[in-house]
């Protein structure tokens, strides 16, 4: 076996935009809000110009092109430098918006791989798998989809306009979330397209964009949660503004919550919750309605001297609000039942108490207020009282496992049932065969009585993996969400593994397809990328490891889904 050198990958050798010219940057930069920036501030190798060149790309649309999809999970932001372009505030039909259907492997092809499988180790064929944008016609940069009449298309009293200068996808880019809203080319429309990272260095070296991206962050970020949550929708488009204008965004802990996590999660478990910030606290008389905008927040009440978990609050639940009910119809002010505390970062809308009493609750019919009020955790709790069973007991000991290992992250998580598994190991078999011999799991891992949690990536809900990538190698794929790395662009800088949470991302050593193993020709030191689990996104089944169990032992399933994973713990 003979050794294969080669230059070590580095952050910008595969640019966002390869056509980015001297010419194409200088133009960008006389543009705002480049040209208000101080690039002193920049490091010098990091430089504004740098990041322009390397990060950011420039898209020509016309009239009708989609750029955004609502629903898309979103790795770039745009900046309007030449037309414009219209959001639409209403979800479009799906039939307009051109989702493609993931490709998958033929036959022929799944039984070739069972024969040409190599003996070797992580041999890669530097493919791009994520899609970054849709791209617009006669562009290479992804398929064309467009709307054919616009003005029919789109309600022009349901339409933002979004002019030269303007930025927009900055929300979903930078949360790591899916896109809010479709945006439509309207005319020719000339963009600047920036990736998440190339824009996070931005932010954080120019403090005026940094400021501008916050304000937009806040504001729509605010108008579409509050338009989103199910008990608003009652309320007229006035006293939905009121509510708006009323409101305050508040984020707590860290963005880059993993290295908190590494500390806290040290501690014993008893000592672990005081680590966390305070969101409300129990006992306080409470001030605003709260609701959850990203992340997870952990709800406790007093236990003798320590805290009991109840539940973990995620995107799109109310805190609050039994409280604020019973004060408005008692005429009493109430405190609040319980505490609530940030399990990582976490984005809140908070909407005074006065705000709620006068314009909310008056205009929400008493079925509507039922539903929200029936609410396990709204209820009045006895904490002191036992379990009733041991199926109350194991729910209680789930609900505290999950959120201590902060498991309630994952969107895939793979749980194995050890009554059944009879570690035959046809599972990781199984995965070796989809990815050229090189299993991307571990069938080891936390466990709580009959169930074990796979060291396997779960596709986070907030995956901190994607934070610290220099080259965007490790993000979502737009139409399924799930997290990939692209070979082609992972440097091998192990930020990714190190940040993920849960090990999930293992560096490794990689070969060429003679099973040689490519060393740097510099330092002669082994080349490494990032693997891990993709979920088998080219299969034609899905999950090989899940679909190769022969006694049922094993699944993928959202922690969040409540019944799913009641329906998993029950059988």
């Known amino acids: 076996m003979e050794a294969v050198t080669t230059k070590r990958p580095e952050r910008w050798d595969e640019p966002f935009g390869d056509s980015m010219t001297a010419e194409m940057v200088d133009s960008v930069l006389s543009h705002s809000p ?3 920036m101080d690039s002193s501030g920049f490091p010098k190798k990091l430089s504004l110009r740098d990041i322009v060149q390397n990060d950011s790309r420039v898209v020509d649309y016309q009239e009708g092109d989609i750029v955004i999809r609502e629903g898309d999970y979103g ?3 745009f900046l309007v430098l030449d037309g414009c372009v219209d959001v639409s505030l209403t979800s479009l039909p799906e039939n307009l918006l051109g989702r493609a259907t993931p ?9 070739a791989q069972l024969w040409s499988n190599p003996a070797g180790s992580e041999f890669r064929k530097s493919a791009n798998a994520l899609g970054n944008s849709i791209g617009a016609r006669n562009s290479k940069d992804g398929p064309r989809i467009f709307l054919q009449d616009v003005p029919r298309v789109l309600d022009e009293n349901n339409v933002a306009s979004i002019q030269q200068g303007e930025l927009f996808g900055e929300l979903a880019a930078l949360s790591r979330s899916p896109r809010t809203a479709t945006a439509v080319a309207r005319g020719k429309v000339t963009l600047l397209e920036i990736r998440w990272q190339g824009l996070r260095e931005i932010i954080k070296y120019d403090f005026a964009l940094r400021t501008y991206v916050d304000e937009l962050y806040r504001e729509n970020s605010l108008l579409v949660h509050l338009r989103e949550t199910p008990f608003l929708n009652e309320l007229s488009e006035e006293d939905l503004q009121t509510v708006a204008d009323s409101a305050i965004f508040e984020s707590y802990g860290e963005f880059d919550w993993h290295n908190h996590f590494r500390k806290i ?16 606290r129990e006992g306080e008389y409470l001030n605003s309605l709260l609701l959850i905008r990203n992340g997870f927040a952990r ?9 009991q978990t109840l539940a973990y609050l995620g995107k799109g ?8 009910t019973d004060s408005w119809k008692s005429k009493v002010a109430k405190p609040y039942n319980f505490s609530l505390r940030a399990v990582g970062h976490v984005e809140t809308i908070e909407i005074p108490a006065q705000v709620v009493e006068n314009f909310i609750l008056p205009n929400i019919c008493e079925e509507s207020l039922g539903e929200l009020l029936r609410g396990k955790w709204l209820e009045n709790v006895d904490i002191t009282a036992p379990p009733q069973d041991a199926e109350s007991e194991m729910e209680a000991s789930l609900v505290e496992f999950l959120g201590e290992h902060r498991f309630i992250n994952g969107t895939q998580t793979m749980l194995i049932d050890l009554d059944r598994c009879t570690r035959c190991d046809d599972c990781v078999r199984a995965c070796a065969t989809a990815h050229d011999n090189n299993p991307r799991f571990t069938r080891e891992g936390p466990k709580i009585g009959n169930q074990l949690v796979a060291s396997a990536c779960m596709h986070c809900i907030d995956p901190v993996c994607m934070i610290g990538c220099p080259t965007g190698a490790i993000g979502r794929d737009m139409a399924t969400g799930n997290i990939l790395i692209n070979d082609q662009t992972c ?6 593994a190190n940040s993920c949470p849960y090990n999930n991302i293992k560096m490794v050593e990689i070969t060429d397809k003679s099973e040689n193993p490519i060393l740097d020709n510099e330092s002669q030191l082994p080349i490494l990328k990032a693997t891990k689990c993709d979920l088998c996104t080219d299969q034609l089944g899905g999950p090989a490891c899940v679909n190769a169990c022969p006694h049922d032992a094993m699944v993928r399933l959202n922690i969040n889904d409540a019944d799913s994973l009641n329906k998993w713990m029950s059988r």
């Open 265 to 280: 999660n040290q501690k014993e478990i008893g000592k672990r919750i005081d680590q966390e910030p305070i969101i409300a």
């Open 299 to 307: 709800l406790s009440k007093k236990v003798e001297s320590g805290h």
């Open 103 to 111: 490709r998958r492997q033929g036959w022929f092809r799944a039984l």
């Open 34 to 36: 480049f040209r208000e």
């Open 491 to 496: 440097v091998g800088c192990s930020t990714c």
């Open 317 to 324: 639940e109310v805190f609050g609000l039994k409280e604020i």
């Open 75 to 77: 790795n770039s932001a």
